[in-house]
């Protein structure tokens, strides 16, 4: 039995085992993926928003060869963390229910590679998933044909061809603006009337300019009515049009992994469960802290508060420990 399981090895999971590290608790992470999983599912040329300083763990310096780090760098700066902490992170492994009380939770999971299932005893556990995996829908039809994405990598993929982002955060300027420059055809279709003034303050410029000079294509107070093989049916103020388009990525956002919360039947508030100051849920000793915690609210949180809650929760849980 460990004192603290943490389910989810992204920046924030990781962060919480460094700090059980850091205060003498015995830990153990489970991630579905591999280390900082959801930083290598970023898109392969993003830039961070944060400075390099910000995104830090466990006062690991976090060297940058530009005003902010690369996913790249990222994805490599934590997975040396964890190697260089000794961190007890046992990748390919999905959680799949969280059952027991506080000082005797079992977490039933299954290696993914060796196709078994197993179980983990913990005095508490943290869970730190994140949100990729659950990228949020427009709910119209067509929007599972095959050439309907709902997740960017890279332009390579779309050379030549036309395609529709539809969105108006940074994943979606952020993406037209690298299609356009990997030689696609880009339509930018957002509901609103600009996209949001969220956007990170070097791509709007840019976007901007493309959009003023014609080499994308922003359709506004657009929202999408239908998908079709050709394209998408529009409904806009002066009536329904349809946009041909050989590709649709569909970069409305994503919401909370929060299933284990769910399935452990803690105490919501909405969309959002019940926490203390800590992090805990209703049932105690049970934390959720990162992305899992904000329900569809995915821009609240980020690695760098992400980290406090790391901090948080793993202090409170030592104080229980304390002899």
Known sequence: MVDVLV???GPVGLAAALWAKRLGLSHLVLEKGTVAHTIYRFPRDMVFFSEAKNIEIGGHPLVAHGPKPTRKEAL????KVAEREGLQVKTYTEALAVEGREGAFRV???????EEEEVHAARYVVVATGYFDRPNRLGVPG????HVRHRYEEAALFFGKKVAVVGGSNSAVEAAL???RGGARVTLVHRG???RPGVKYWLLPDFQNRVKEGSIRAVMEAQVEAITREGLWLTRPEGRV???ADFVLVLVGYRAEDRLLREARVAYRGEKPLLSPEGETSLPGLFAIGSCAYG???RSVFIENGREEAERALKAIAQRLAP
């Open 193 to 195: 009337s600009w996209v």
């Open 143 to 146: 929007e599972e044909l095959p």
């Open 7 to 9: 389910v989810g090895a």
């Open 242 to 244: 349809f946009l041909e």
């Open 108 to 114: 039933r999971a299954r290696d993914l590679l060796k």
């Open 296 to 298: 569809p609210d995915t």
């Open 178 to 180: 690298d299609l356009y």
């Open 76 to 79: 490599l700066y934590y997975q």
